[in-house]
């Protein structure tokens, strides 16, 4: 049901020896949403996701998948999550339709299975009659939406976009958002987005979260955030918020 919880992280910590990147970061992601996250540089942005991904195990704290505790097994997560990094992540001499078999034998996907989600994306991702074309032949619009078919094959819940318009020009960006907001009408696949582009959190996301010093600070609906800040550009928000000493 859309608006359920799907995803929650409570007080997650994760160090390096004594170094700290996050402590008790807590916050929730509903199914079916658009939801930002944002962040400094280095703030520990690209930690959460690694830990979100199984590649990185948390130091302390849980991650709920519905109501089920998968902290202790995390690669149980991997098939729920579809991920879509910010440089390209395909074989640039392969075709589309072989990058994407090569992605669908990673989870064992059945051919017929393959088939009939490949023919359903490359529709949706206005990819048909590119299947059998090389990468290396491909615009960067194109690839973009390549990357992101290629990380929705075996049919995730949710899909990460790290800043992913970075690079395209703002026809391109807008041609790349269409897409993405139709995976989510149509395809009802939940959100996550993290970029630098607050913009782009501000057009499209539901729920924003705010991560400052290792701990997210605020996540909250773009209206409450407006409410609260007297209709401020979300820009400006976020700037309050990581300059404020109080928060």
């Not at 962040?39 to 195990?57: A, D, E, M, R």
């Not at 939406?145 to 290629?150: G, K, Q, S, V």
Request: charged letters at 30%; proline letters at 1%; a positive charge.
């Amino acid at each position: 049901m859309k608006g359920e919880v799907l995803l929650t992280f409570n007080n997650i910590k994760k160090a390096f020896g004594k170094k700290v990147v996050l402590e008790d970061a807590s916050f929730y992601i509903r199914k079916g949403e658009m939801f930002g996250f944002v962040g400094k540089s280095g703030g520990g942005k690209s930690t959460l996701i690694k830990i979100l991904l199984g590649i990185s195990k948390p130091t302390a704290g849980q991650i709920h998948f519905g109501s089920k505790n998968i902290s202790k097994n995390l690669d149980s997560l991997r098939r729920k999550v579809g991920f879509v990094a910010q440089d390209n992540s395909l074989f640039r001499e392969l075709t589309l339709r072989e990058n994407c078999k090569y992605c669908a034998n990673l989870y064992g996907l059945k051919k017929v299975v393959f088939e009939k989600r490949f023919r359903q994306l490359t529709s949706l991702l206005g990819l048909s009659g590119s299947e059998d074309m090389k990468l290396s032949t491909f615009s960067g619009g194109m690839v973009k939406r390549a990357n992101i078919l290629a990380s929705l094959i075996h049919n995730p819940e949710i899909l990460i976009l790290d800043e992913p318009t970075v690079g395209l020009d703002s026809m391109l960006r807008d041609n790349l958002w269409k897409y993405i907001r139709e995976l989510n009408e149509k395809e009802h696949i939940t959100i996550f987005l993290v970029t630098h582009l607050l913009d782009e959190i501000e057009e499209n996301c539901n729920r924003v979260g705010i991560l400052k010093n290792g701990k997210v600070v605020a996540f909250s609906e773009m209206k409450d955030y407006k409410k609260a800040y007297h209709d401020m550009e979300f820009k400006e928000i976020f700037k309050e918020v990581m300059t404020n000493e109080n928060i």
